[in-house]
C-alpha cells in the first residue's frame, strides 16, 4: 500500500496534519490500571511498509540514560517479542499488519492500522524493587483509501495523503483588477481613458505539487460573452500579450510574485462602434509544474516598444519569437485537450480555465476632465447670454411694433378730422 515512511512517532502529528500515519504516545500505567500521559518522546519510530509494519525502540525509552531490558518489551496483546539483534542501543519488532492482535479500523479514507508497544518490566538480578512502571506506546498506521495498491514502486513518487485528498479537488483560478500597488484588490471598477488596468491571475494550489501558472490567451468584449463582438485580443498565440504592440505599454510584470501568479497591465480603451461604455476581459488560464522550462506553449512575452522586440517573464528569449510571426503552434490560438495534474487520482483535475473580469466602466479621457468641465460652463454661459438677448430683442421689437401702430392711429384721425 505504498512504499515506507519512517516518521519520528512525536513528528507523526506535525507532519501528517492533524491525522498521522503512525503515532505513538506513551502512557505509564499506575496502580490500579489507570493511564497517565507522558510527553512523547523521539525513542520509538514505526516504519509502515506495504504489508507489515516494522518498530524501532531506542533501549533508552524514557529518555533518563536507563536503558530497559528488550525482553521487558512486546508488541500487541500478543506479547509478539522482538527480533534477535546484535544491536545493544536498539530493540526492533517486525509484524505482519494483521498480527500481534492489530486491530484494522476502515475510515471513509483510509485503512488504519492499531497495536501497541509495552513495557512490562520484571525484577531482574534476583532483587524485588522496580525502578520504572509500565508503559503502553499507542502504535497507527494509516493508509490512504484512494491510491495504488501495487507492490510495485510508485511513480511518480508517493506523496502524502492530504496531498493526494487536494489533487482531486478542482484547482481555483482567479482573475483580479488589483491597485497600482498590486497589495490590494481595486475597490472601484472604474477608469479614465489614459489610465492603466492592473490584473492579477492566480490559482490556487492548495497541497499540489508546485505549479506555475500562464496566461494562454485573453480577450475583451462588451459583455461577458466571450465570443462577442466587437471584441479586441489583448493576449494570443499561447502568451503573448499583443496589445503591446497597438501604441500602448501593455505588459506582462517581471519577475513574478510567486509561481502561482502572473501580474500584467493593460492601457484601457473602449469600444468606438459600441453603445456601451463597459468591457469585459476574459482570459484563458492553465498551469504547468513549477520547474517545466517554459516553451513555445507555456510562456508569458510582453513587447518592448523600446527595443522593438519580445521579452519573456522567465526563461530564454528564443521562446518569444514566434510572438513575432504570430504563429506559436500548427495552428492559431486553439485551445489544448484538458489532461489532469495528477494522472495517478480517480477523478480528473483540469490544468486550465476560463475567467472573467469586469466591468471595467469607462469615465472619459482623465487629461480631459477640467477642459470638459471649462467647456460645458462655457457652453452654458454662452446658451444663457443667447437666451437673455432673444428676449430683450423680442421685447424692443415689440415696443417698436407698439409705437408704430400707435402712430398711424393717430394719423388716421387727423385725416379724418381734415
Same mark, same amino acid.
Request: with cysteine.
Given at each position: 500500500?505504498?512504499?515506507?515512511?519512517?516518521?519520528?512517532?512525536?513528528?507523526?502529528?506535525?507532519?501528517?496534519?492533524?491525522?498521522?500515519?503512525?503515532?505513538?504516545?506513551?502512557?505509564?500505567?499506575?496502580?490500579?490500571?489507570?493511564?497517565?500521559?507522558?510527553?512523547?518522546?523521539?525513542?520509538?519510530?514505526?516504519?509502515?511498509?506495504?504489508?507489515?509494519?516494522?518498530?524501532?525502540?531506542?533501549?533508552?525509552?524514557?529518555?533518563?540514560?536507563?536503558?530497559?531490558?528488550?525482553?521487558?518489551?512486546?508488541?500487541?496483546?500478543?506479547?509478539?517479542?522482538?527480533?534477535?539483534?546484535?544491536?545493544?542501543?536498539?530493540?526492533?519488532?517486525?509484524?505482519?499488519?494483521?498480527?500481534?492482535?492489530?486491530?484494522?479500523?476502515?475510515?471513509?479514507?483510509?485503512?488504519?492500522?492499531?497495536?501497541?508497544?509495552?513495557?512490562?518490566?520484571? $525484577?531482574?538480578?534476583? @532483587?524485588?524493587?522496580?525502578?520504572?512502571? =509500565? %508503559? &503502553? *506506546?499507542?502504535?497507527?498506521?494509516?493508509? !490512504?483509501?484512494?491510491?495504488?495498491?501495487?507492490?510495485?514502486?510508485?511513480?511518480?513518487?508517493?506523496?502524502?495523503?492530504?496531498?493526494?485528498?487536494?489533487?482531486?479537488?478542482?484547482?481555483?483560478?482567479?482573475?483580479?483588477?488589483?491597485?497600482?500597488?498590486?497589495?490590494?484588490?481595486?475597490?472601484? $471598477?472604474?477608469?479614465? @481613458?489614459?489610465?492603466?488596468?492592473?490584473? =492579477? %491571475? &492566480? *490559482?490556487?494550489?492548495?497541497?499540489?505539487? !508546485?505549479?506555475?501558472?500562464?496566461?494562454?490567451?485573453?480577450?475583451?468584449?462588451?459583455?461577458?460573452?466571450?465570443?462577442?463582438?466587437?471584441?479586441?485580443?489583448?493576449?494570443?498565440?499561447?502568451?503573448?500579450?499583443?496589445?503591446?504592440?497597438?501604441?500602448?505599454?501593455?505588459?506582462?510584470?517581471? $519577475?513574478?510574485?510567486?509561481?502561482?501568479?502572473?501580474?500584467?497591465?493593460?492601457?484601457?480603451?473602449?469600444?468606438?462602434?459600441?453603445?456601451?461604455?463597459?468591457?469585459?476581459?476574459?482570459?484563458?488560464?492553465?498551469?504547468?509544474?513549477?520547474?517545466?522550462?517554459?516553451?513555445?506553449?507555456?510562456?508569458?512575452?510582453?513587447?518592448?516598444?523600446?527595443?522593438?522586440?519580445?521579452?519573456?517573464?522567465?526563461?530564454?528569449?528564443?521562446?518569444?519569437?514566434?510572438?513575432?510571426?504570430?504563429?506559436?503552434?500548427?495552428?492559431?490560438?486553439?485551445?489544448?485537450?484538458?489532461?489532469?495534474?495528477?494522472?495517478?487520482?480517480?477523478?480528473?483535475?483540469?490544468?486550465?480555465?476560463?475567467?472573467?473580469?469586469?466591468?471595467?466602466?469607462?469615465?472619459?479621457?482623465?487629461?480631459?476632465?477640467?477642459?470638459?468641465?471649462?467647456?460645458?460652463?462655457?457652453?452654458?454661459?454662452?446658451?444663457?447670454?443667447?437666451?437673455?438677448?432673444?428676449?430683450?430683442?423680442?421685447?424692443?421689437?415689440?415696443?417698436?411694433?407698439?409705437?408704430?401702430?400707435?402712430?398711424?392711429?393717430?394719423?388716421?384721425?387727423?385725416?379724418?378730422?381734415?
Amino acid at each position: 500500500m505504498g512504499p515506507s515512511y519512517r516518521y519520528p512517532l512525536f513528528l507523526c502529528l506535525v507532519l501528517c496534519g492533524g491525522t498521522e500515519l503512525c503515532s505513538a504516545l506513551p502512557r505509564w500505567l499506575l496502580p490500579g490500571g489507570t493511564a497517565n500521559p507522558v510527553t512523547p518522546t523521539s525513542s520509538v519510530e514505526v516504519e509502515c511498509l506495504e504489508a507489515e509494519l516494522v518498530v524501532t525502540v531506542n533501549r533508552d525509552l524514557f529518555g533518563t540514560g536507563k536503558l530497559v531490558e528488550p525482553e521487558h518489551l512486546t508488541l500487541g496483546s500478543e506479547s509478539c517479542q522482538p527480533l534477535v539483534s546484535v544491536d545493544t542501543d536498539v530493540v526492533r519488532f517486525k509484524a505482519q499488519l494483521h498480527e500481534c492482535c492489530s486491530r484494522v479500523q476502515v475510515t471513509e479514507d483510509a485503512l488504519v492500522y492499531k497495536t501497541f508497544l509495552m513495557h512490562d518490566p520484571r $525484577p531482574v538480578g534476583g @532483587l524485588s524493587i522496580l525502578r520504572t512502571n =509500565q %508503559a &503502553e *506506546v499507542p502504535i497507527e498506521c494509516r493508509y !490512504p483509501r484512494q491510491g495504488n495498491v501495487s507492490s510495485h514502486a510508485i511513480r511518480p513518487t508517493w506523496v502524502p495523503f492530504s496531498a493526494t485528498v487536494s489533487s482531486e479537488e478542482k484547482l481555483a483560478f482567479s482573475l483580479r483588477l488589483m491597485e497600482e500597488n498590486w497589495n490590494t484588490e481595486k475597490s472601484s $471598477p472604474t477608469f479614465h @481613458l489614459g489610465e492603466v488596468a492592473h490584473l =492579477q %491571475a &492566480e *490559482v490556487q494550489t492548495g497541497s499540489h505539487p !508546485p505549479l506555475k501558472l500562464f496566461v494562454d490567451h485573453c480577450v475583451a468584449t462588451p459583455s461577458p460573452d466571450q465570443n462577442g463582438s466587437p471584441s479586441h485580443t489583448i493576449v494570443d498565440f499561447h502568451g503573448c500579450l499583443v496589445d503591446g504592440l497597438s501604441e500602448s505599454f501593455s505588459a506582462f510584470q517581471a $519577475p513574478r510574485p510567486r509561481p502561482e501568479t502572473l501580474q500584467f497591465t493593460v492601457d484601457v480603451f473602449h469600444f468606438t462602434n459600441s453603445s456601451r461604455n463597459m468591457i469585459y476581459i476574459t482570459c484563458h488560464l492553465k498551469v504547468t509544474p513549477a520547474n517545466q522550462t517554459p516553451d513555445k506553449l507555456n510562456k508569458a512575452c510582453s513587447f518592448n516598444r523600446t527595443s522593438k522586440s519580445w521579452l519573456p517573464v522567465e526563461g530564454d528569449a528564443d521562446v518569444c519569437d514566434c510572438c513575432t510571426k504570430g504563429d506559436c503552434s500548427s495552428s492559431r490560438y486553439s485551445r489544448p485537450r484538458a489532461h489532469t495534474v495528477a494522472p495517478r487520482n480517480r477523478r480528473h483535475v483540469t490544468d486550465e480555465a476560463d475567467v472573467t473580469v469586469g466591468p471595467l466602466i469607462f469615465l472619459g479621457k482623465a487629461s480631459n476632465q477640467a477642459v470638459e468641465g471649462w467647456t460645458s460652463s462655457a457652453q452654458t454661459s454662452v446658451a444663457l447670454g443667447l437666451g437673455l438677448a432673444t428676449v430683450a430683442f423680442l421685447t424692443l421689437a415689440a415696443i417698436v411694433l407698439g409705437v408704430t401702430r400707435k402712430c398711424h392711429s393717430t394719423s388716421h384721425v387727423v385725416s379724418l378730422s381734415q
